[in-house]
């Protein structure tokens, strides 16, 4: 596939009619309707995987299913990675060059609430 070559690069995606719970913390996308700039993983039949680089999350359970005391729980940014199907993607641009150069005045940055 075409984009296999601008894995761990930057795109810009431009999405259509992407459903509302997919607009907010859990995904970095805040403004769905202008252009968003993010690193692409991978692709695969059923869309993208993306990087949201500021994903917050509060750990309340150890991984032994303990709970965590609410004295030692505490926000951690981490990024994640998510699964944009294709039929939410209207367009998307790669840039040639090894590197984005920037972000331009309507590209919003995925994970970010600029």
């Not at 004295?71 to 641009?93: A, G």
């Amino acid at each position: 596939m075409f984009l296999d070559s601008y894995v761990n690069q930057k795109i810009q995606i431009k999405f259509k009619n992407l459903p509302e719970s997919l607009s907010g913390p859990v995904t970095g996308i805040y403004h769905p309707d202008k252009w968003c700039i993010a690193k692409l993983i991978f692709t695969e039949s059923m869309g993208i995987w993306v990087e949201n680089p500021c994903f917050e999350r509060t750990k309340v359970k150890e991984d032994d299913g303990s709970d965590v005391p609410a004295s030692e729980q505490f926000k951690e940014t981490c990024p994640t990675h998510l699964l944009i199907k294709w039929e939410y993607i209207d367009s998307i641009i790669v840039f040639p060059a090894d590197e984005m150069p920037g972000a331009g005045k309507e590209a919003k940055l995925i994970g970010f609430h600029s």
